[in-house]
C-alpha cells in the first residue's frame, strides 16, 4: 500500500472571515503529514466543489461561525455527489446548535466538531476514516 | 520614583530574600517550572521597587486626565460617572432588533450597540445569491433606511448613543443614521456614537471588507472630514484590537497591530489635507479583555500611554484631546467555552473587571452562551446584571487607577509598551500597517496555533476543555433565529422597490458614481442616496464599479 499522504481541503463557506480555528486545524493536519489546502475565505459551495476535485483532496473540512451551516453545509456535500465524487469525506465545524447535527449527518456530513474539541481527536477521526474507505476501495479493484 | 540609597538597601535586603526563595523551592518546587503571561512574559516570583527603579512618576504615570493618560482619561475617572454598559445585540429583522433595544434600556444599559447581518457588513441586500444562509443570523438585516427606521423606532437618538459595528459600508450606515435622525427632528450635531469604520483590521482578521485597502482608505478620511465638520460630537473610528485578539493574537500583539492601523489612519487623513487636530480626537478604540488578568490591565495602560506618544511626538498634535486614547472593551469571546457553560459567568466577570481596572470608556460583557449560539435575553441580562455588580457593589471605581503604582502592574506596562514598540517599529519599516497586513497575519496565525497547542499539552488550563472536566446541563432557551427572516426581508425589499421614486434612485446613484471616480467627499452623496432609498447593496454595487473589489492573500 502506497504511503500517499492524506490530501485534505480546508474550506470557509458563506460570508463568515472568522478564520481562526479553519487556520489552527489546518495547520495542526499539516503538522500530522498530511497535504493540506487551505480556500481562505468566501467560498459558494461550488467553488469549495470545484477546489476539492481540482486538488484531488480525499477530505473537505468546512468551518463556520455565523449560523448559515443548514444552508452551505449539505450544499457542498450534494456538489460532490452530483460530480461523482462521494467517496471524498466530509467533515464540518464551528459553532453548530446540537440540534442541527443529526440533520447534517443525514446530509452527509461525517462529523462535526464543537468549540473545544482537541486537533488531536480530529486528526485521529480523519485518519481511521481515510482508511476505511481506502480499504473499501482497494477491497473492490 | 524612588531615592537611590533606598534602592541601594533595596536591594541588599532582596539579595537576603532571594537565598531564602531559593532554600525554599528546592526543599518544594513550585507548580510550574516557570511562569509567563499570555504574551510569554516572564513573570517573577515577586515585583519590587527594583523592577520599576527608572519609572518617573510625572514623565510616565502623570495625573488621570493629563499627558501621557496611563492612568486614565479622566481626572476622576467613574467616580464622576461609570462608563457606559454597552451591550452589542442585533439579530432577524430590524423589528426583533429593535424590541431587544427596548428591552435592554429598560434593564439599564446606557448604550445602544448593534450588530449587523453579514450581508450587510459586505454590502449585499438580503435578496442576493451570497446572502442566502446568512440573513439576519450574526445581526440584524439593514438593506434600506426604511428598515433603519425601524430600528430605532420609539428611540431618541438624541439621548442614546448608539454604536455601530460596520466597517467597509460605514459611511453609508451612518448617513442612514443621519437620515433617521433627522426624521426624528434631531439634527447631526445632536448625535452620539460611533461607527467601528476600522477596515484594516478587516484586512487583518475579521473578513468583512469589499473594496481595496485605498478606496477604503477614502472612504474612511471623507467621514473624518465630514463628521468634523458636521456630526462634532461622532466618533469617527473605533480602531480595533477585538477581533485581532480573538483571531488569536497576544495581548502585545493586540495593542501593537491596533496602535499601528491607528497610525495609518492618522497618517491617511493627514495626506487627505486634514489637520491633525481636527479629527484625532474623535478617534477611538475597541479592545478585548482576556483572562490574564494583570497583564490584561497593564494592557489597557500601556496603550494609552503609547498612542498618547505617538500622537505628540510622531504626529505633533496640540489639542490634549488628540493625545487621549478612549477605548471600549468586549470581554474575550474566544475564552468561553461551550463546555460547563455556566463558568463563563466567572471568566467574563474577570475580564470585565480587568476592563475597569484598565480604564475603559464602555464596556460590553459576553454571555454565557455564546459559545453555542447568539445570547438569549436571559443570558444577556445576566452579563449585563455583572457589569452592574462591578459598577455598583464592588467599589473599585470608587478610586482613579486603584493599581496604579503596583510594582507588578507597573513594570508589566512598561514591558508590553516597549515590546508593542518593538512591533510597531517593524510595521514601520515594512511600510506601515495596509502593507504589513500579511505580516500581521503570519503573526497573529502563530500565536493562535501557540495558544491551541499549549491547552492540548495541558500547559494552559481551561476549565471545563482540560482539566475539571465533567458531564453538564446544556442551557436551554437557546436562541435560534427564524429561518423566514430571509423572505420576510426580501418581500420587504421588493416592495420598496417597487413603492419608491426609481428615477430619483438612479440619479442618486449616478451622481455617486462620478464622484466616486474624483476626490470629491462621498458622505453628502451617501446622505442623498439612502433618502430616496437606494438599497445598500445598490449604493455598495456603484462604488464596485469605481473601486474594485479587495481580493485577499492567502496566508496559511
Same mark, same amino acid.
Given at each position: ?141 | ?72 482619561? +479622566? ?45 450587510? +457588513? ?216 461551550? +463546555? ?162 426609481? +428615477? ?53
Amino acid at each position: 500500500m502506497s504511503e500517499r499522504p492524506i490530501r485534505v481541503l480546508i474550506a470557509k463557506p458563506g460570508l463568515d472571515g472568522h478564520d481562526r480555528g479553519a487556520k489552527v486545524i489546518a495547520q495542526a493536519l499539516r503538522d500530522a503529514g498530511m497535504e493540506v489546502i487551505y480556500t481562505g475565505l468566501r467560498q459558494t459551495p461550488e467553488q469549495i466543489v470545484e477546489a476539492a476535485l481540482q486538488e484531488d483532496v480525499q477530505v473537505v473540512g468546512l468551518s463556520i461561525l455565523s449560523g448559515a451551516h443548514m444552508h452551505l453545509f449539505p450544499a457542498v456535500v450534494e456538489g460532490l455527489r452530483a460530480q461523482g465524487a462521494d467517496d471524498i469525506l466530509v467533515v464540518g465545524g464551528g459553532i453548530i446548535p446540537d440540534e442541527d447535527i443529526p440533520l447534517l449527518k443525514e446530509a452527509g456530513i461525517a462529523e462535526i466538531f464543537g468549540p473545544g474539541t482537541p486537533t488531536t481527536e480530529i486528526i485521529r477521526f480523519i485518519r481511521e476514516e481515510v482508511a476505511k474507505r481506502t480499504q473499501k476501495e482497494e477491497g473492490k479493484q | 520614583m524612588f531615592e537611590k540609597e533606598k534602592l541601594e538597601s533595596i536591594r541588599a535586603s532582596a539579595k537576603e530574600y532571594r537565598e531564602r526563595l531559593e532554600a525554599q523551592v528546592k526543599k518544594r518546587p513550585e507548580r510550574q517550572a516557570g511562569f509567563v503571561t499570555d504574551s510569554g512574559i516572564e513573570i517573577k516570583t515577586l515585583y519590587t521597587p527594583e523592577d520599576i527603579a527608572d519609572l518617573d512618576y510625572e514623565r510616565d504615570l502623570g495625573f488621570p486626565g493629563s499627558y501621557p493618560f496611563t492612568r486614565g482619561v +479622566q481626572p476622576n475617572m467613574y467616580r464622576g460617572r461609570l462608563w457606559t454598559m454597552r451591550q452589542y445585540a442585533g439579530f432577524g429583522t430590524a423589528e426583533e432588533t429593535n424590541a431587544r433595544f427596548r428591552y435592554l434600556l429598560e434593564q439599564g444599559q446606557t448604550g445602544l450597540s448593534v450588530a449587523f447581518d453579514l450581508p450587510t +457588513q459586505i454590502g449585499y441586500d438580503s435578496d442576493h445569491p451570497l446572502a442566502r444562509g446568512e440573513v439576519g443570523k450574526v445581526g440584524v438585516a439593514i438593506d434600506s433606511l426604511e428598515d433603519m427606521e425601524t430600528l430605532f423606532e420609539g428611540i431618541p437618538l438624541d439621548k442614546v448613543s448608539t454604536s455601530m459595528t460596520i466597517n467597509s459600508p460605514a459611511a453609508i450606515l451612518l448617513a442612514m443614521y443621519i437620515a433617521v435622525a433627522e426624521k426624528q427632528g434631531v439634527t447631526p450635531d445632536k448625535l452620539n456614537g460611533t461607527i467601528q469604520n476600522d477596515i484594516l483590521k478587516e484586512y487583518i482578521a475579521r473578513g468583512t471588507y469589499i473594496f481595496p485597502p485605498g478606496p477604503s482608505m477614502r472612504l474612511i478620511t471623507d467621514v473624518f472630514a465630514y463628521c468634523s465638520k458636521n456630526v462634532p460630537n461622532w466618533n469617527t473610528i473605533s480602531i480595533s484590537g477585538y477581533h485581532i485578539r480573538e483571531a488569536g493574537s497576544t495581548a502585545v500583539q493586540e495593542v501593537a497591530f491596533t496602535l499601528a492601523d491607528g497610525i495609518a489612519y492618522v497618517q491617511a487623513a493627514i495626506d487627505a489635507g486634514l489637520n491633525v487636530d481636527d479629527f484625532a480626537p474623535r478617534l477611538s478604540f475597541f479592545f478585548n479583555a482576556h483572562l490574564n488578568f494583570f497583564e490584561e490591565i497593564a494592557k489597557f495602560r500601556a496603550a494609552r500611554r503609547l498612542w498618547a506618544k505617538i500622537m505628540k511626538e510622531r504626529f505633533g498634535a496640540k489639542n490634549p484631546r488628540s493625545w487621549m486614547l478612549r477605548f471600549h472593551t468586549q470581554t474575550a469571546g474566544c475564552s468561553l467555552t461551550a +463546555q460547563q457553560p455556566m463558568v463563563n459567568i466567572m471568566r467574563t466577570a474577570f475580564e470585565a473587571l480587568s476592563a475597569v481596572l484598565g480604564g475603559t470608556q464602555s464596556l460590553h460583557t459576553n454571555s454565557y452562551d455564546e459559545a453555542l449560539a447568539l445570547p438569549s435575553d436571559e443570558s444577556v441580562l445576566i452579563a449585563l446584571r455583572t457589569q452592574q455588580v462591578i459598577g455598583y457593589e464592588i467599589g473599585v471605581g470608587d478610586t482613579v487607577d486603584p493599581l496604579g503604582g503596583s510594582y507588578y502592574i507597573e513594570s508589566l506596562t512598561n514591558e508590553i509598551e516597549e515590546k508593542a514598540m518593538a512591533y510597531i517599529k517593524k510595521i514601520d519599516e515594512l511600510g506601515g500597517a495596509p502593507e504589513a497586513i500579511e505580516f500581521m497575519q503570519k503573526e497573529i496565525k502563530d500565536s493562535a496555533y501557540r495558544y491551541q497547542m499549549d491547552i492540548e499539552s495541558g500547559k494552559k488550563v481551561v476549565i471545563g476543555i482540560n482539566k475539571f472536566q465533567m458531564e453538564y446541563e446544556k442551557p436551554k432557551n437557546l436562541l435560534k433565529v427564524d429561518p423566514a427572516v430571509a423572505e420576510r426581508q426580501t418581500a420587504k425589499l421588493q416592495a420598496l422597490k417597487a413603492r419608491r421614486d426609481n +428615477q430619483k434612485v438612479k440619479q442618486v446613484l449616478n451622481n455617486l458614481r462620478e464622484a466616486a471616480s474624483t476626490k470629491e467627499n462621498l458622505m453628502p452623496l451617501f446622505i442623498d442616496a439612502v433618502k430616496a432609498y437606494a438599497t445598500l447593496g445598490e449604493i455598495c454595487d456603484t462604488l464596485r464599479e469605481v473601486f474594485g473589489e479587495y481580493r485577499q492573500q492567502i496566508v496559511f
